[in-house]
């Protein structure tokens, strides 16, 4: 006989629903620093015991409560976030009523607030779901929650937690989530199995945003980021983004946030993906912190237990302005080479001296040497020095093209004075017939030819395919490329695609293609090796893309094996002609895989490497 249908005991509920809510310590945290939050706190204090299990304690300086509010805030679906009890208006980051009564039925739980202007706070006490009187209290403004022995009540989710430190890890990378949605708020969190940090308020401008994810993402990104600000259809999106060349193995430090609430959403994701998609190589993910601003009617925030995700009305909306601001500004900063490139070089060059010496770091460190006291140093200028070691006979060696491999160098006659103020400076040398060396009016520069000039091909065929104008070659004789017969397979495929990119091929048997048109950029280059490359990149899709994604992808293999390839002498005025075209294109900062074209170091910096510093 079946068993009767009855009522379960509402504590047994409340930890039931508390699985949904309170996963480990760091959902509780999250719980209660949105409610500080909600409450107008300026001060946020977290403190960890045993990563969140033995102890959480959340202290403000917000609103704080009266008797009768702390009564009911600790009783299920009770909430001051919904005045009119219209789920499409929800402008808070809390308003389930849930989070307070979970926690207390699987812990021991202890609040202790005070609203502004009353005489004295006020406190309850609730353990396991055994709710306690409401008792006076000695308390400044703000409220204290107090949580103790998490899951004491449910032993067996303690089993499912990790160690100590890894869970304080995930209650920090909460916060700092939370931090960055709201630089206006100091936010501090201390405790065991956490180096803890304490993040003073900052401007809640632009500004100031910048100054909270300097501190949360560091300095590099700081140097490294543009600001993104862009509004269309009602749709506000702010925040900063790293430049391609400063770039993360994962996804971990790409923080999106949707009205103030941080989120991990499928279609922001994909968006990011497809703004980055011409600058990053597989696998490697930008640094960025986005944040998008709508009506609160035209996003659902109600779709996932834990708030994490969202269903916006019109996605397609929000996609177009996330990808669009994101390549607009890319195009515009994507010349600039990451800050990391020069002083990161010049920090392992002086790792690099002898041991003898110590380094420079280390002489630095006993203030023990100055090149100014050294025998050999100049009394006149650097000019006037020169003057006199030519007229004593000391001059330079001739490094020419007889030279040894390793010191191989084109001389690249000085051009004007006026080449000086590009970006990019003028070219001076050519080194082991793969880097430029340019000269500009506070350092120098140092280009990779091949990755420039890749993205300056990857760039001009795209201009061309979007006026309807790849330029074509006919080959007198078709080239016949022999494959296995699933390469040919995918080639035939996608042969529709490669015909108005300017490559025709068609099946020539069951293991070869016949290739009869090539774009005109490639000319006479290795029209078999372009092809294979095509047929791993088709393996390596798995699926079919965007349209556009796929014959951008088809253009930058293209561009790839046009390109000037390492090894190949330049003349001065085909350097020059790169820098200056390197200048005026977009994104020209990175190849088409993702890897810097230049890097630049100041005049400073060679002199900190000298000791002249």
């Known amino acids: 006989m079946p068993a009767a249908v009855r009522r379960l005991d509402p504590i047994l509920i409340d930890r039931i629903a508390a699985g949904e809510v309170v996963e480990r310590p760091a959902a509780a945290v999250k719980e209660l620093v949105e409610n500080a939050i909600d409450a107008g706190a300026s001060r ?13 304690r959340v202290t403000d300086d917000g609103a704080g409560m009266g008797p009768d509010d702390l009564a009911l805030a600790i009783e299920r679906h009770a909430t001051s976030k919904l005045p009119d009890e219209d789920l499409t208006q929800i402008s808070t980051l809390g308003f389930r009523g849930e989070a307070l009564p979970s926690i207390a039925a699987v812990a021991r739980l202890a609040i202790a607030t005070r609203a502004q202007g009353a005489e004295n706070g006020w406190s309850i006490a609730v353990d396991a779901g055994h709710v306690g009187p409401v008792k006076p209290a000695s308390l400044m403004r703000g409220t204290r929650v107090e949580v103790r022995d998490l899951f004491y009540a449910t032993p067996a989710r303690l089993k499912f937690l990790k160690s100590d430190r890894a869970e304080a890890q995930a209650v920090a990378g909460i916060v700092k989530r939370l931090a960055m949605a709201r630089p206006d708020i100091r936010f501090a969190l201390a405790g065991e199995g956490t180096a803890g940090f304490d993040y003073a308020a900052a401007s809640a401008d632009a500004a100031g945003l910048l100054t909270r994810l300097g501190q949360i993402l560091g300095a590099d990104f700081r140097d490294n980021a543009v600001e993104i600000a862009a509004e269309r259809h009602g749709i506000r999106l702010a925040g900063f983004a790293g430049l391609p060349t400063f770039h993360r193995a994962t996804s971990t430090e790409q923080y999106l ?55 916006f009305r019109d996605g397609g909306a929000v996609r177009g ?27 392992r060059l002086a790792a690099r001296m002898p041991a003898a010496s110590g380094g420079w770091a280390g002489q630095r460190a006993a203030a023990a040497w100055d090149w100014r006291r050294s025998p050999a140093a100049p009394t006149g200028g650097l000019a006037e020095t020169g003057a006199a070691a030519r007229e004593a006979g000391f001059a330079q060696p001739d490094l020419g093209y007889d030279a040894a491999p390793a010191a191989r160098m084109a001389e690249v006659e000085a051009g004007p004075d006026a080449a000086l103020d590009h970006m990019l400076g003028a070219a001076r040398a050519q080194l082991h017939e793969t880097y430029i060396v340019a000269q500009t009016g506070d350092g120098i520069v140092i280009v990779d030819q091949h990755a420039a000039h890749e993205r300056l091909v990857y760039e001009r065929l795209k201009r061309q395919r979007a006026e309807n104008a790849i330029a074509r070659q006919m080959l007198l004789i078709p080239a016949v490329v022999e494959l296995d017969e699933a390469s040919v397979a995918r080639l035939v495929e996608a042969a529709p695609l490669l015909a108005p990119l300017g490559l025709a091929l068609e099946g020539f048997g069951p293991g070869a293609v016949a290739v009869s048109e090539v774009p005109a950029a490639v000319g006479g280059d290795d029209v078999v090796a372009l092809v294979r490359d095509l047929a791993d990149s088709l393996e390596e899709w798995g699926g079919p893309l965007a349209l556009e994604r796929a014959a951008d992808h088809v253009l930058a293999t293209f561009a790839c094996h046009h390109s000037v390839r390492a090894g190949r002498r330049l003349r001065p005025e085909e350097m020059n002609a790169l820098l200056r075209e390197m200048e005026a294109t977009p994104g020209s900062g990175q190849c088409n895989h993702g890897r810097p074209t230049y890097v630049e170091l100041k005049l400073g910096d060679i002199e900190r490497l000298f000791g002249r510093k």
Not at 44 to 56: A, D, K, N, P, Y
Not at 277 to 288: S, T
């Open 257 to 311: 946030f949707v009205n103030g609430r941080p989120v991990r959403d499928k279609l922001l994701l994909g968006a990011i993906r497809a703004a980055y998609a011409d600058y990053l190589p597989g696998g490697r993910y930008p640094v960025l912190a986005l944040f998008v601003a709508l009506e609160p009617r035209a996003v659902d925030v109600n779709v996932h237990p834990a708030k994490a995700e969202v269903r």
């Open 321 to 347: 302005l996330i990808v669009g601001s994101l390549r607009e500004r890319l195009a515009i900063d994507g010349i600039r080479a990451t800050s990391t490139g020069g002083l990161r070089t010049i920090d």
């Open 44 to 56: 946020i204090e977290v403190v960890l015991g045993e990563g969140g299990r033995g102890l959480i």
